[in-house]
């Protein structure tokens, strides 16, 4: 498994807990960063950049976006990889309970994210270490959430969201397209697309502009 963005030593970290539990598994990392080439990231090697992609691909080979802090290049960087031929793979947690859950493809989930029965990901989604999201969620395409969010049961997260620490989102809402929900935000009423929104309770404060109608990586 090759993954994208090697920046987090959280990672690395949950990756000697997947070889743990799955001990066939090897891992690399992909940087679009030239310096990062050929180097080591706390032990494992950065082969270089989404142009590798192509010539690493194989039946058995899968790839998973770690790029976090904007879904916008979240977005775009994975559409790199799926472009160049890249098959998306899972990097989840071996700890998180996923029965009952329903995953698209791309999925980066840290340790301690606690998933409720009927919960649904989009493609290209990723949660941080000790998030929530309550039972018959519905989270959208290239959606982050930040560590500590909070969302309650029966909440529509749309394509694109990015969700702040410590954020909370209350029940059975609709959370717009390319939302940025701020760190410590309690919503209370439906957000619309593109809004950027902070404060408790929440508020509008301005629009994202961002030129995409959705994040779906597979057109």
């Known amino acids: 498994m090759y993954l994208l963005g090697a920046a987090n030593p959280e990672a690395v970290r949950m990756l000697h807990a997947v070889k743990r539990s ?31 992609v192509g010539e690493l691909n194989g039946e ?13 290049l979240r977005y775009e960087t994975t559409c790199q990889l799926v472009d160049a031929g890249a098959r998306l793979g899972q990097f989840v947690h071996p700890g998180i309970d996923l029965s ?20 649904t ?18 989270i959208g395409h290239s959606v982050f959430m930040a560590p500590g ?33 701020g760190a410590g935000a309690v919503v209370t009423k439906d957000v619309p697309d593109f809004s950027v929104v902070v404060g408790n309770p929440a508020r509008i404060i301005k629009t994202n502009a961002v030129p995409y109608p959705d994040a779906r990586v597979f057109k």
């Open 121 to 138: 990901l989009g493609d290209n989604t990723s949660i941080s270490a000790g998030s929530v999201v309550g039972h018959e969620g519905r």
């Open 149 to 181: 969010v909070c969302i309650a049961g029966c909440v529509e997260v749309g394509d694109g969201t990015f969700i702040g620490t410590n954020a909370t989102i209350l029940p059975r809402l609709r959370i717009g397209r390319w939302v940025t929900i």
């Open 60 to 72: 058995d080979v899968r790839f998973v976006n770690l790029i976090t802090g904007s879904t916008r």
């Open 100 to 119: 009952m859950i329903r995953m698209g493809q791309g999925s980066y989930l840290q340790e301690g994210v606690l998933m409720q029965a009927e919960v």
């Open 22 to 52: 799955t001990p066939n598994i090897e891992f690399a990392f992909l940087d679009n960063d030239p310096r990062k080439h050929g180097t080591l990231f706390y032990g494992v090697p950065v082969l270089g950049g989404c142009e590798r």
